[in-house]
């Protein structure tokens, strides 16, 4: 597997609700308990939220894992802490004298300010994501969670400026800078959901894990045990029937 993904481990297990796009979980999504197929950054393209959401764009109307744009999986500031599985908001890129922004008319910009078309929730009401007045610190993405509602939070608190979170943090209890490409441990791929929780469950940190899971889980179990025995039975029904004819 690591061969055609050009990563290892191939597959990560998710163990946060910040990508959860319903309370129980979804399929599509990525919960607790999921295992993601993690592609080489440099195998695929990274596309982006406001790329996918942008009219007349070539990547207009892509989607992963239940929403537009991909999902990367990042080391905060290339730290050792565990990586962060988020989606790629947008990407700053330098130009001569500013910064250009792909999915968006910013070009060559000294701060970037833009509001895009993806709903989250703070103080009571639901809104359109909004960057005001950021000047970047580097080349990189913005990224977020899925889960945004009760924050609209961006991963980079030099970005966040709705009053609504303070973003991430590394081991080092720095904030979160952009994601630089050399920071990207890989692009998500396709999911086999509910498998990841027996992991979590021997290493303790299946508390994320929902219900709904648990019993997903059980009966693909159950079905998987089930199986041989029934063929096993049925082959056997259709062998006694044979030999009296």
């Known amino acids: 597997m690591w061969v055609s993904t ?23 999504a990525i919960d607790p308990g999921d295992l993601v197929m993690v592609m080489d950054r440099y195998r695929v393209e990274i596309i982006t939220y406001a790329e996918a959401t942008q009219e007349g764009n070539d990547n207009f109307g892509y989607e992963s894992h239940g929403r537009a ?9 290339d730290g050792s802490d565990t990586p962060v599985i988020h989606r790629a908001l947008l990407e700053v890129v330098r130009n001569v004298t500013g910064w250009d922004v792909p999915g968006t008319s910013l070009r060559n ?26 000047v970047p610190e580097h080349a990189g993405y913005l990224t977020s969670g899925d ?28 904030p979160v800078q952009p994601v630089r490409e050399e920071w990207i441990v890989g692009v998500a791929s396709s999911e086999i959901p509910w498998i990841g929780s027996i992991k979590l469950l021997t290493t303790g940190t299946a508390q994320s894990v ?17 199986t041989p025995i029934a063929f096993d039975y ?12």
């Open 6 to 28: 050009g990563t290892f481990p191939p597959m990560v297990v998710v163990e946060s609700t910040s990508m959860m796009h319903d309370e129980e979980g979804s399929y599509g």
């Open 69 to 77: 744009g991909d999902v990367i999986i990042y080391r905060k500031n």
């Open 109 to 134: 910009v000294d701060s970037i300010s833009w509001t895009l078309d993806y709903q989250c929730s703070y103080h009571g009401g639901t809104y359109n994501l909004e960057i005001r007045d950021w």
């Open 147 to 174: 889960n945004n509602f009760g924050g609209c939070m961006i991963d980079q608190p030099s970005a966040n400026s709705q009053g609504q979170g303070r973003g991430l943090t590394d081991a080092n209890g720095d």
């Open 210 to 226: 929902t219900p709904k899971t648990w019993s997903n889980l059980s009966i693909a179990i159950i079905l998987v045990l089930a």
């Open 234 to 245: 049925l082959s056997g029904n259709s062998r006694n029937s044979e030999e009296e004819e």
